[in-house]
């Protein structure tokens, strides 16, 4: 069980961990048939094993390297945070009983099949000091799946699918040569989802779900994607939480940590300080580039899961979506639907060029979540395969 004298930095730093957390889960128009949203999830998804000896360029696990100055009875907190796919289709009932249909309308809303989302989260908690000298420390973790209905009307309803997934956590600590007391934590998450290569036909899936496959139409064949990311840890990133302990910053650490800095390596992960500048008591490791002590910029409190875009751009852009394409947004997501509809009263610009909004608007999110940060003076480490080859949301 977690510990409790650590869970508040997690509060803390939970807005920019969110922030990765929905990088790139629905992209403006925010509706299922726009192609960039046929093709999700990007960043810092650990498929199956199944999955990763087929793939080009996905894996199943990532390690993050940390340095760490601990004091006498210090204790790690580390919570790898991802996203379970949850599939979502639409039933109708019938004289026969309950089948599948494409789409339903019920109310004058449209519902169709979408792949959504639900967070899910493993934690290890225990002293440094325990594995200094000592072997790697490993725990598995299990995410149940799940199979839910909503009932929209008296013949329709909506099923929710989440299959089973199975992690593991391993962490290791070395105490490094010198006057310094300095320990190097190596931690690796890895997917050990136990799914079967799958028998289907590329034709035959569509990416955000999987059509009903004719059995007499499959062949034995690689896992699609589609269905791998079902079973896949999407969007993992992990946050490290010390008491009676500090991190040493990777991109701007003291003279003294150079050498011990250029000794770690990251693979497929970036760690940096989280929280505000000068604290060093937390760590968030993420699939994307990021400089040390992001933070969520103040005139940004909404959502648009694309940080990287410009926010004023991504604004005007959802006021000129149509209604039909309003009730494809509503139809796909409801996360898509609520960012919609935050910035629906937003006012055109004045002529002074700022965005003129009624106090009801100002209550309500208009930006998405763009984080801001300091670059640092200088640099270390040795990067390895990381979500991206450029820093993220620096615009």
Known sequence: MPDTTVTDPFEQARAVADAVLYEGYLLYPYRASAAKNRMRWQFGVLVPPAYADDALGEHSWSRTELLLEPQLGARLHWRLRFLHAQSRTVEQHTGDGWHEVPEAVVDGVPHHRFDEAVEQSADLVLAPA???GAAEHAEFFDIPGGEEYEHLSATVRLRRVRHPLRGELRLRADLLPGPYGLLRLTATATNHTDTRKGTFLTEYVEEGHLLNVPDESTVDGPLERPEALRHSLIAAHSVFAVTDGAFVSLLDPPEWAMPAVRECHQVRSWPV???????????????????????VAPESPGDMFDSTEIDELLVLRTLTLTDEEKAQVRATDPRGARCWAGRRTCRRRS???????SAACARRPLLPRRLTFSAPSSRGGTPVRTGRSTPSATR
Request: glycine share 10%; proline share 9%.
């Open 130 to 132: 325990d594995l200094v």
């Open 273 to 295: 300080l989280l929280g505000p500048e000068g604290s060093r008591d937390v760590v968030l490791s993420a699939p994307v580039i990021l400089y040390d002590h992001p933070a």
């Open 351 to 357: 002529s002074s060029g700022c965005t003129a909004r």
